[in-house]
Nanobody
Framework: QVQLVESGGGLVQAGGSLRLSCAAS????????MGWYRQAPGKQRELVAL???????NYADSVKGRFTISRGNAKNTVYLQMNSLKPEDTAVYYC???????????WGQGTQVTVSS
């Protein structure tokens, strides 16, 4: 099992920045990618960014050039640096881990990000 704990959400004005953190523990050797999803009220959960165990990153078109996903030196921590935030970025952000099964099997509890206009 893998446990994920997020931190760093909050309220920010449009144009501002936030940094989300996610710490993984447990059987982390089974993870081949970590990522951030978000879900806004009335919308489906969407993948925002991911980083593989090899360091490859991928981003949703809506955040390219504004968000950056990275890993800590210990590689059990993942960060999401969010710059130039927009009101439409308002959502609950979830850290997730993908196992060797190919599925996003592990999820954090979520952290609220609110961007005011």
């Amino acid at each position: 099992q893998v446990q994920l704990v997020e931190s760093g959400g909050g309220l920010v004005q449009a144009g501002g920045s936030l940094r989300l953190s996610c710490a993984a523990s447990g059987t982390i050797f089974s993870i081949n990618a970590m990522g951030w999803y978000r879900q806004a009220p009335g919308k489906q959960r969407e993948l925002v960014a991911l980083i593989t165990s090899g360091g490859t990153t991928n981003y949703a078109d809506s955040v390219k050039g504004r968000f950056t996903i990275s890993r800590g030196n210990a590689k059990n921590t993942v960060y999401l640096q969010m710059n130039s935030l927009k009101p439409e970025d308002t959502a609950v952000y979830y850290c997730a881990a993908r196992s060797s099964s190919g599925y996003w099997d592990y999820w954090g509890q979520g952290t609220q990000v609110t961007v005011s206009s």
